[in-house]
Each structure stands twice: as C-alpha cells, then as structure tokens.
C-alpha cells in the first residue's frame, strides 16, 4: 500500500506518522511526503494519519490481496489548538522542522504499556533528561518528576504542567497521594516535554522546571462512531523482602547475647511478619469510550473505572473518570471552539507505612494471634502489654493489627474543565484572536480511625482524625496572533494577557480520642478556626518567530508576570529568551542528499522564574492559628508567624545547543543537547537567628545553584520488510549539580543540613554546602579491620585533631543520578508484537536507613519486657550500638529495571468484520539489577525508611474496537 501527504500548501510532509488503526503496522512519511507500508491484511481497514501540530486524519481504505493499494493523496491541515499545547513555546503554530528550543513528544502508541495508574508511568524511560520516581508501589503512590535536575533547594522543583492548554496547580490535594492519578492516562494522546528556556519562557513563573504538554484524545471532523472497550486484569506480587533473622537466628542471638528477662520474653512461634503484612494483589482497569462526528461537532466521550489493590493488606484504590471533549467549527471554519471537561472521584484506603517498618522490626518468635485471655481486648491480636494488661508503651504494637484497625480513607474529587476559542478574522488574513477560559476545582476529604492501633502515644485508646480541603483555579488567557509570508520569509507575531488565581481552604479539626469501649460520636465534631489562602498570578507574554526560506530560524519571547506571593516592588518579574536555528538540510550542498534526511543546529538562552515556595504570605507580618497543644483554657490560641518582607523572585538562565539529525530517510533519527543552567536568588528556608524574627527558619533568597548536561536521544528503525518491524529507542543523559553560593555565612560554615533520619531526635544525614551537589550526604569515614569488616566508632579524624566528632564529617556522593538510561525496542512480525523499555540510573546513591537504625544489638535489647528483631547486616558488623553516620551505610544505588515487557496480538476483525479485538500480555518491574542491598534502589532522596515495595505486576488486556 502506498500514497502521499500533503500539507495545506500542496507540499509533502516528511515524517507523518501513517498507521493502520488498531494495529502497529505503519511507517512514515519520506522527505517527499509519500509512504509505503507492507504487509497489510486484506479486507478493509483504517488509515490514521497523525503529525504533531496538525489534526489527525481518518482514511478508509479497502486492501486486496497481492495488489497495491494506492491511497489517494491525502492533506493535513494545522490544528492551532494542538499548536497550543504541544509545541515549543506553547500559545503557537510552529511546526516541528521549526522549533529552535529543547523538546521532545511521545505519542500514544510509545507510551509505556501494562498496569499504568498515573499518567507519569507512560513516558518513563522514554525522553532523555526527564527522570521519573514513584515514591513506592502504593497505589496512586507520588512521582517525582525532575527535568535536567533540581533547580532549586527548597522552592518546589516539579515541572508545569498543562492539560488541554489548561496551566493546572502543582500541589496535591488531601486525601490523593499524587494529583496526577486524578487524570485517566487512557485519555492521553501525546506527552511533550519542554526543557530548556527558549521552549519554556513562554510560561516564564512557573517555568524554571521545565513544561509537560499532556493533549487528551478528541474526535475529528466528519469520522464515523467508533466505540472502543479497553480491559485490564492485572496481579501484584512482592519481589524482594528486607533480610531479617528468621526466628531461630534472632533466638540463637538473644540467647548467646542477652539476660535472663530478655531470653525468657522469647516465643515459641516462627513468624515471617513481612509474609503477614505483603498480600497477591488484583487490579481491574476498564474503560470506554465513545468517538466520532455529529454533524460539524467532533466529539470524544470516555468513561473509566479503576479498582486497584495495593501489595500491602487494606491498602486501596478506586477511581472513576469521565472526560468529554467537542470541537465544532463555525463561521465558515473561521471560529473553532474546544471544549473540554474531565472528571474524576477517587476514594483511598491508606496504609499507616510505618508498619513496614515494624514488620522488619517485630520479634519473629511471636504469633500473628493469640487465644490467650490478657489479647481478647485486642481482637485475639498479640500484643506486647504490661502486668495490668495495658499496652506496653515504649514496645511497637503487631504490624497486622494495626493495618486491621486502621482505617484511613479519603474520597477526591476534581474537575479539569476549559473552553477555548480560536477565531480567524474576517477580512485580515493572518490574523487569529484566541481566549481560553478555564477552572480546576478539587474537593478532598477523609478520615483515620486507630482502633486500638497507637499503642505507644495513647495506650488503650483510640483516635479519631478527619480533614478536608478545597482548591479552585481560575484561569483567563487570551491572546492575538499575526502570521505573514513574504516571499521565502515568514513571521509570526503574537502578544498575550494571562489571569490565573488559586483558593485554597479548608477546616481544622482536633483529634478526637475513645477507650476501647466507646465508639466515635458522628457528632462530635470538633473544629478550630479553618485556612484560607488566594494567589494570583498576573502575566503578559509576547512572542516572534521568523522563518527564512526553511533554513534560517528565529524565535524570540518575553514574559512579564505579576505574584501575590511577594510584596509591592517585588511582584514583577521579566522573563526573556531567544533561540536560533539552522537548517542545513535546507542548503543548496544537502538539499538533494539522499543519506541526510534531516541537520538543523540549534541555540537557545533565555530566562524562567520561580515564587512557589509552598507558603502564600510567607512576605507579611501575621498571626496564624495555634495547634492543638498550644490551647489555653481550652481556646484556641493565635502565635506571631516569622516573615521576609524582602522576598522575592529566584530566577534560572539556561543556555542550550542542539543537534537534529535523520539518515537514510529518518531511518535513523535523533537528538543531542548540552546546556548549562544556573538559578539565582535561590529561595530556601534558611536559619536565623533566636528570636530575631519570631521563629528560627524562614524563606529567603540566599544563593546559586548550577546545573550542566549532555543528552543524548537516538531513534532507529533497523529493519522495514513485509513482515518484519523494528523500531528501537535508547535516550541517555548525564547532570551535574552544584551549589555555587548560599549568601553571606560565617568562616567554616558547614552549610544547611537536611534529610531526617531516624535514630535520633533532629538526626540528619544530607548538607547543603557551596562547592557541592544539593543534598549531599555528609557523613562519617568508616575504618575496616584487614578482613574488612567495620570497627565500630572507629573513624578517619580527617582534620586531624585527635577527636572524632562531626567535625569528621565529609561531604560523599550524592541521591540524584548523574547518568540517567532509557531504552525501548518494538518488533512487529504480522500480527504479533513483543516491545520492551529498560530504564537504568548511574551514579546515584542510596542511605540505608533500615540497616544503620535497626542493624545492632542495642535495639534487640532495647527493653526487658520485649524484643526487636535485626536486620541480618548483624552479621557483618557486629555493632553493638547505632553507628548512624558511617559511610558503610551509604551504597551504590546505580540499578538497572526491567520496566515494562508487552506480547501483543492482533487478532483482527470478529462479529461479522464489526469489530477489531487485541489482545495483550505485559509484565511491569520484570527484573531488577542492582548492587544495593536494601529493597530497591530507586528511591527519590536517597533516603531508604519504611519504602513500600515496587511490585511485579503481570497484566492481561483486551482492546474491541467497533
């Protein structure tokens, strides 16, 4: 089968993605715009023609055997409101060939396969520089997303994200882990990733950490119905625990080390508390969806529900989602209006995860349940209690018991709705006048009952907790555009406004506390004054791009916002940023080279701001509401808050350049990236101090911090045939960070300490130090004996002054990755297709929290009335005591995953050649390769304590496409 594409001038379009729908059989476009795809089934099919900037088109087509198939010439035309958000610079009409800035898309048909819950998972591993982290294999469990690294210490270093052109809030909600599991990734199209300035200027406030375009499926004008039904059945197991003594190890240890009391406290039972609390979870996805044409209304209606299982007993999630979308044209195709709406309830049972901890921690030789009378008030649970039968305070309480009789809930509910405008104007040709109009509101509430389950602050009571918040967005941008062609020079000309607020409140409420033998009094409902926050953002925005003759490129922005967050005199920030490109391509010397299918350099700087530092008034003096424990007589009290009346804008510089390449017509195709990126005026919480300024800490602007990289993305089609498909993708990118200043300090300042560890009241095992990467860990030089086992509280007195102490401390490694892999490979034979991505990080370190709190016999002995089991590190060390700052602790996290391995088979048309069904078989997490020797490596922060396991994830699914 064969044709060519056309763009609406008549000229051929390279790169056109052209596929059969419901299948992976396809190809591209060539320089000229035609195609040749092989091996297509006879009988009739769909043609589906997609390309970014432009709206994908439908193509009915009949295919008879042994014969080709010319498909008659087909035109894309450019979709302004896709421009909108998936292009460079965002607000736009440029086509890819001309982008000057840092991007990368990927499509629906590269995303990520298998159980996906939160739209992150399905671009893990596929676009260098974008380091995606789940915090855990919870369901909805929070990602860390960081582009090109953290460009600062303390203000919030999450990307924008814009959904359908809507600019969405970054925080959470209470009661949802992560807002973005708010968003069914079954209605995404394309992810694209702007990251440097000259791509992200555009969007100047909240663009210093890049922008994540998602566009969301939508319907197309004059397309038949179609029905799509999508089902996912997916089991979850553990695949590693962490190493403990089994039961006649910890007994054999207890009775060679311990006292009498201690070894008569021992059981008789042989527990494995991991296998306890770790289940075989089952997940169900299905969704619908509904797509098609009323008249000149496209339109795309979905439905989905979501029901997961969490690995760990009780933990849940269900999530029911919505979305519509309709995009009439009027006015003689002069106005196109798009709608959009997506809905969605999510209702949570959440894990207190401090019991994984405790499984780790609990004795071995107890039982799960016990007959014995003093346990009957506990369910029949074994508890460790006193002579009178109350909880043993200082012991931790059963890990079963306390998943059993906690009940923590929440139900969220959010709403993502817009409508945009885009008006070509009569009479002036070129000109184009756009408004977007848009709101996301979010409702979340929940609830925690402790049924006898905090033994060790409230012995035999309960607690009862409840929380609610309410967040809503509203959004006004509207902007005109002017585009002209001069002979072999085009320009575009546009100028903008932008209005977005965010409310954000709720009510505070008191713990509620009940005995064992009184239940929680619905009514009893007792609350303290509520919160109330409002930011606005004000923004003006302009941009100019000149073309000439497809060769020479120029994009030129400017954005000025406006933050409520600071005070008069500081609220203004400029943002600007220019980037350059060449087309060698298009000279006269490669115009008619048949191996360069595409060379453009490109070169970029510009500027992007940054005033999200989590508190809205953090600038005025004020009173906040006291806690609970700061009541007098009973009434709530109201405390002076520290301020910084002198905050203001941390700005980040990024200078970038650019390599796009293809050979043998795209067969091979890429990109290479160097940038250096540095953030000034840092925003961080730094020490004042005592009673300077009514707190010890606040947020100021205090320094520098650097960012420098390479990256690398290669795209390879190895082989094309009748029968046979390779597509292959491997990104690779390396970041280097360091803090250049943190402000005026003290001869022999050591720098800002962070990362909480436990072990120890105020305990941290990171600093912030100038010279060094953000977050290094500052620790102790471990001594080794000549077997090289570590002598306990024997360090290197690396300043040599004859004392060990943390002084000693030296600043070692880092929790980012220095190199960050991904790799993704597709093969097709027929109807049968195998794909694969690999995901792997260099260069990262990991904090084994678990071993340097728990990994000696102090915490065996802890008491005489109960024991703690130990990790089996033990037997490496032998410390008796808690060595908790040696760098013995601190392991190589570099790993390489097995994220995602997909057998697909498309089984073709049923039901009378009505239907399409494919089926699908997918295992996520398949293998792990790493040297660390803690759970699993890949833990953002570096800090491993109470990490709720990754899963192994198999998952069988079908798609019936009508």
Known sequence: MSGRVLDEKGEGMPGVTVLIEGTTVGGSTNS????????????????????????????????????????????????????????????????????TGAVASVQAKDFVQGQVTNPEQLVQGKIAGVSITTGGGAPGAPASVRIRGNSSLNANNDPLYVIDGVPVDKDGISGASNPLTLINPNDIESVTVLKDASATAIYGNRAANGVILVTTKKGLQGEKLTVNLSSQTSVSRRTKTYDVLNAQEFADIIRANGSTSQIATLGTANTDWQDEIFRTAATYDNNVSLTGSAGKVPFRVSYGNLQQEGIVITNKLKRNTGAISLSPMLFDDHLRIDINAKGTQVNNRFIDGAQIGNAVLFDPTQPVRSSEAPFAPYGGYFQFLQ?????????????VAALNNREDVSEVKRLIGNVQLDYKIHGVEGLRANLNLATDISRGEGSAVNNLADFGNFLNQGRYTQYNQKKDMRLLEAYLAYGKQFGGTRFDIQAGHSYQDFVNKGDNFLAYRFDRTTLVNSTDVLTVPGYYSKLVLLSYFGRATVNVKDRYLLTATVRNDNTSRFADGNRSGIFPAIGLGWRLKG??????????????????????????????????????VGNAAAQYNGVTTLRPSGYNEGLTWETTTTWNVGLDYGFWDNRLSGSIDAYDRTSDDLLALVNVAAGSNLTNQLNANIGSLRNRGIELNINAAPVRSETWNWDVNFNAAYNKTKITELGDQQPGFEGYLTGGIPGGTGSTIQVNTVGFPNNAFYVLQQVYDTNGRPLEGIYVDRNGDGTINERDNYRYKQAAPLVVLGFSSNVAYKKLNLSFTLRGNLGNYVYNSIAANLGNFSNAK???????????????????????????????????????ITLGYNVGKIFSEKANLRLSAAVQNAFLITKYNGLDPEIFGGIDNNFYPRARTFTFGLNVGF
Not at 862 to 885: A, C, E, H, K, M
């Open 32 to 99: 000229d715009g035609t195609f040749s795809i092989q091996n297509v089934p006879s009988g009739p099919h769909t043609l589906v023609l997609s390309f970014v900037g432009y709206t994908t088109q439908r193509q009915s087509i009949n295919v008879t055997a042994g014969q080709n198939t010319a498909v008659t010439t087909l035109t894309l035309s450019e979709n302004t409101t896709l421009l909108n958000e998936a292009v460079v610079v965002g607000y736009g009409v440029q086509r890819r060939q001309d982008v």
């Open 387 to 399: 002579a009178n039968g109350n909880p043993l305070g200082q012991a931790i309480g059963n890990p």
């Open 587 to 624: 000279e006269d010397f490669l115009a008619n080279n048949n191996t360069i299918s595409e060379l453009k350099l490109r070169a970029g700087w510009g500027r992007t701001g940054q005033q999200d530092i989590g508190g809205v008034y953090d600038y005025l003096p004020r009173y906040v």
């Open 862 to 900: 802890g008491s005489t009335n109960y024991l703690l089991n130990l990790p089996s590190d033990i037997r490496n060390t032998g410390f008796v005591s808690q060595q908790l700052f040696s760098d013995y602790y601190l392991e190589n996290g570099s790993f390489l995953r097995g994220e995602n």
